[in-house]
Structure formats: structure tokens, C-alpha cells
T-cell receptor, first 113, second 114 residues
Framework: KAGVTQTPRYLIKTRGQQVTLSCSPISGHRSVSWYQQTPGQGLQFLFE???????NKGNFPGRFSGRQFSNSRSEMNVSTLELGDSALYLC????????????FGDGTRLSIL | GESVGLHLPTLSVQEGDNSIINCAYSNSASDYFIWYKQESGKGPQFIID?????DKRQGQRVTVLLNKTVKHLSLQIAATQPGDSAVYFC?????????????FGQGTTLQVKP
């Protein structure tokens, strides 16, 4: 069974640009969550989607947004990039939500110049 | 809100010894706890989970202990191997039902000396 797939693995952008990251969950998983990982703040929750609806959101500015498609694939968008957005962005999927083990992809490393 | 802390940022053990990694949480209503292992360049890998109606759960070479009285969680790894070297995170579910979010601790780096 294929795991969670995130693309691209690496991205380099400049301040002010926008970026879209993609996540394909494990087959059959309908819940997709996104996390930001930085050395200083650790792993922080961004948002969770289930059946194309955002079900929960973390404490990030509105520049961070996401969506989920009918096949459960999810995208995350960050607009007006700032230097502080440099991080590893992780996607995790589970069958129905965060009351079950979430399985992570290997992330997208975003660097802002 | 919920906060999750780990007692030691780094733990160094000899190959073959047992390792114990600790975690503390703040919300007594927390009911779902997970341990993850993260190797360099990879995403967190699920190790074991436990719900609040249990005190102990065992997997292959790993045991998770939950002490709800003092809000403490630990991961025990038996006969630690070099392949166990990684960063270990505990995560606590904040919320109810199948919604909510996971709050992660800062991580403990486990170093296994051959």
C-alpha cells in the first residue's frame, strides 16, 4: 500500500511569491492534516480536511490556505511568502480523523530567499 | 490550551540497553496519545498509540505507559539498536471525537552508541 506522497520535495521561492504544495493521502484515507515543522517552533498544526471540508484550523495567518478534492488529495497554498515561512511542510492522512494514527509523508522543504 | 513538553532534548544510550523517553502534557481531558519517530530527511513515522482508558500498551520492542494522575507519558524501547537513532515526538490529541488537532512535543533525540 503506497504511503502519503507529497510533491514537490523541495522548493525555493522569493519573498512575496506564492506557492502550492500537494499531498496524496493513503488510499481510503479521507482525513488530511497539514503541519509546519521548524527548528524553533517544532511541529505545528495548520489545518485538517475531511470530505472536502476544513474541519479544524491552527493559529496561522490567512495567507495559509488549503483545500481537499473529491479523491481526498489535498493542496496547501501560501501567499505573499515571508522569510519566516521557510520550513518543512508535512501532510498526514488517516481514515477518519485525529482520533486515529496519522501517517505522514516526507514533506516539502520550502526555502524562502 | 494544550501544551506538551519533553523532559530531555537528547538521550544517549548504549546499544542493547533499554531507552525511556518521557513526555508531559497539560490538559487532563486529553484522551489520545501517540509516539512518532522521525529520521533525518523523513516525515514522522507512527510507532504506537494509547487511549486514556489504558495505562500501558505494548508493541514490538516498544511499550507506552500513561499516567493520567500526573499527566505523564513515556516510551520504552527494549534492546535499543543503532537503527533506533532518531528524534522521538509525543503527540496529544486536542479536541474531541475524530476532530481536533495533534499537539506535538519538541522531540527527544535518541543517540545509540555501538
Amino acid at each position: 500500500k503506497a504511503g502519503v506522497t507529497q510533491t514537490p520535495r523541495y522548493l525555493i521561492k522569493t519573498r512575496g511569491q506564492q506557492v502550492t504544495l500537494s499531498c496524496s493521502p493513503i488510499s481510503g484515507h479521507r482525513s488530511v492534516s497539514w503541519y509546519q515543522q521548524t527548528p524553533g517552533q517544532g511541529l505545528q498544526f495548520l489545518f485538517e480536511y475531511f470530505s472536502e471540508t476544513q474541519r479544524n484550523k491552527g493559529n496561522f495567518p490567512g495567507r495559509f490556505s488549503g483545500r481537499q478534492f473529491s479523491n481526498s488529495r489535498s493542496e496547501m497554498n501560501v501567499s505573499t511568502l515571508e522569510l519566516g515561512d521557510s520550513a518543512l511542510y508535512l501532510c498526514a492522512s488517516s481514515l477518519t480523523g485525529v482520533d486515529q494514527p496519522q501517517h505522514f509523508g516526507d514533506g516539502t522543504r520550502l526555502s524562502i530567499l | 490550551g494544550e501544551s506538551v513538553g519533553l523532559h530531555l532534548p537528547t538521550l544517549s544510550v548504549q546499544e542493547g540497553d533499554n531507552s525511556i523517553i518521557n513526555c508531559a502534557y497539560s490538559n487532563s481531558a486529553s484522551d489520545y496519545f501517540i509516539w512518532y519517530k522521525q529520521e533525518s530527511g523523513k516525515g514522522p513515522q507512527f510507532i504506537i498509540d494509547i487511549r486514556s482508558n489504558m495505562d500501558k500498551r505494548q508493541g514490538q520492542r516498544v511499550t507506552v505507559l500513561l499516567n493520567k494522575t500526573v499527566k505523564h507519558l513515556s516510551l520504552q524501547i527494549a534492546a535499543t539498536q543503532p537503527g533506533d537513532s532518531a528524534v522521538y515526538f509525543c503527540a496529544v490529541r486536542h479536541g474531541s471525537g475524530n476532530t481536533g488537532k495533534l499537539i506535538f512535543g519538541q522531540g527527544t533525540t535518541l543517540q545509540v552508541k555501538p
